[in-house]
């Protein structure tokens, strides 16, 4: 059917392809998607309608076990090194978690919705083969966050039962510079949290419930114990911003903003990888909207209350809350200390880091990884990436590391939002996406027009990444000397960019009329 003239998206959607509920919630009518296509598995094949119920609690219970972990606890711990307050840190990362918000419910409805992952609901825009670009950039982030998590929490293991057993544990014999013992509890955290993803989704929904409540007490009682030792919180909160709120400030707040963004915006793409299980739309969103920003606001402040603490009883500030930990001078109170490192990691890790790439990779090659398969591999690429290099210091990690993907990411999100949203108004043809040769299938698979606002919204996003002097990989002057000024807002201009020019070249170049072409037969 050639493209002769514009075709609204909103194109009619054939009756006996999908089945509509009530609550608007949408399922593939029996037989309307081949069991065993080429781009159909298990895993990727919407959820049926009755087992779409997380619930609210559900919801809020994931974003509080994923918020209450070491990387998050230490996110105000970089911005205070970098020279905020303590206030000035709280405000930023709470400002950060409002504006992903944003996004992360704006992809989350199709969850619900029509019970499509992160990888399928990206076919609509970037086409059947094209969604793989999106799915891979997506898995490689999550790859390097699994091992980055996996490596402190190793190192939490590790502190801890060095506290227990000793000087001969801490000075056992090195391997690559590190001590055997400190390997040893990095590959039994590793496989500890693959033998819990591997039974599925549903045992990762029954671990968060009972997981969030725990960490949640585990870290009361850490402000109750530094509490009752400090006698009060009061050094730290009265220690003056090196910065101030003038000019010295907001260039290092807006790429710390930009950074604390790039902290979730993974969360923000895939988010439909966990929404698709969901009751209905109000559970994602009350779930998403209570759990999201307040915990990590919260628990910004938690980290902040309790590292005041510390400096009053140790004369330091201790920001490492395993370090800190490790100060408890009985045996249960390391104990617990440890088995709340241990959830609080496995906690977040197994959620935000490894859901994602095994769907990711399920979709790249549907007929040779399943699920599990790709949670397999996400676990081994974690350790190949040396996951210890990206923590070294706060300049790298949330400038370099966290300032990159949030800009990447952030181009990706703006074409999702774009299509589902703006361009086809949240109706999607959900047998179609599934066909090679219909709707979503533009040319040989691939839309060109969001591989195009892809690479023009990374590039303007991230182009001008640079490193202060011996502080980063980028050179002082930027990538592209010319784009630095951009550098500092790179998630904001990603996802601004890739949304506005994804909507002028879908509307400008009559794009929904090229999925049309193959499905005469069932469009009529």
Not at 12 to 36: F, L, N, S, W, Y
Not at 106 to 116: E, M, R, V
């Amino acid at each position: 059917m050639p493209a002769t003239s514009p075709v609204p998206p909103e194109l009619p959607i054939t009756p006996t392809d999908q089945i509509t509920a009530p609550d608007g919630r949408v399922e593939p009518a029996p037989g309307a998607i081949a069991a065993h296509g080429r781009y159909v598995n298990a895993d990727l094949y919407p959820v049926p309608l009755a087992e779409r119920r997380w619930t609210t609690y559900n919801f809020a219970a994931l974003w509080v076990g994923m918020a209450h972990n070491i990387p998050s606890w230490t996110l105000a711990s970089g911005l205070v090194a970098l020279g905020m307050d303590w206030k000035q840190a709280v405000f930023t990362i709470a400002l950060a978690n409002l504006v992903v918000l944003v996004p992360m419910l704006l992809t989350g409805h199709a969850g619900p919705k029509y019970g499509i992952p992160f990888p399928v609901l990206a076919r609509a825009s970037f086409g059947l083969r094209g969604a793989n670009l999106p799915a891979l950039v997506r898995a490689a982030v999550a790859c390097c966050w699994f091992g980055i998590q996996t490596w402190i929490g190793g190192q939490g293991i590790y502190i801890l039962l060095g506290k227990i057993f000793g000087g001969d544990w801490a000075g056992a014999t090195e391997i690559a510079g590190y001590p055997w013992t400190l390997w040893l509890c990095f590959l039994v955290f590793w496989a500890v949290e693959l033998a819990i993803i591997l039974r599925g989704m549903e045992t990762l929904r029954r671990f968060e419930n009972w997981a969030a409540p725990f960490v949640l007490v585990g870290a009361l009682a850490l402000l109750g114990w530094m509490a009752a030792k400090a006698g009060g919180f009061g050094p730290l909160l009265d220690q003056p911003s090196t910065l101030g709120w003038g000019e010295n400030f907001w260039p290092v707040f807006f790429p710390s903003l930009m950074g604390m963004i790039g902290f979730w915006a993974t969360l923000s793409l895939n988010i439909p990888d966990f929404t698709r299980f969901g009751a209905g739309q109000r559970a994602q969103v009350w779930g998403q909207s209570l759990g999201l920003p307040t915990t990590m606001t919260a628990f910004a402040l938690l980290s902040v209350l309790v590292t005041s603490g510390s400096q009053a009883v140790y004369g330091a500030p201790i920001w490492d809350p395993v370090a800190l930990a490790g100060k408890a001078d009985n045996v249960f109170g390391l104990l617990f200390a440890l088995v709340t490192v241990l959830i609080a990691t496995i906690s977040v890790n197994i959620a935000a880091n490894v859901v994602s790439p095994a769907y990711d990779l399920a979709h790249l090659a549907p007929k040779l990884i399943n699920f599990r398969t790709g949670a397999l591999i996400t676990g081994v690429v974690g350790v190949i990436i040396l996951p210890w290099k990206l923590t070294a210091t706060p300049e790298l990690y949330i400038f370099t590391w966290l300032g990159v993907v949030g800009g990447l990411l952030g181009t990706v999100a703006g074409i999702l939002i774009a299509d589902y949203w703006i361009i086809r108004r949240t109706v999607l043809d959900l047998a179609e996406l599934y066909r090679p040769g219909g709707r979503y299938w533009y040319t040989a698979g691939w839309n060109w027009r969001a591989v195009l606002a892809f690479v023009i919204g990374g590039l303007l996003a991230v182009g001008g990444s640079y490193s202060q002097p011996g502080k980063g990989p980028f050179p002082a002057g930027g990538l592209l000397p010319f784009l630095k000024p951009l550098a500092d807002y790179g998630w904001a201009v990603g996802l601004g960019v890739a949304l506005t020019l994804y909507t002028v070249l879908m509307r400008a170049t009559g794009g929904p009329v090229s999925e049309l072409r193959g499905t005469e037969g069932r469009l009529g």
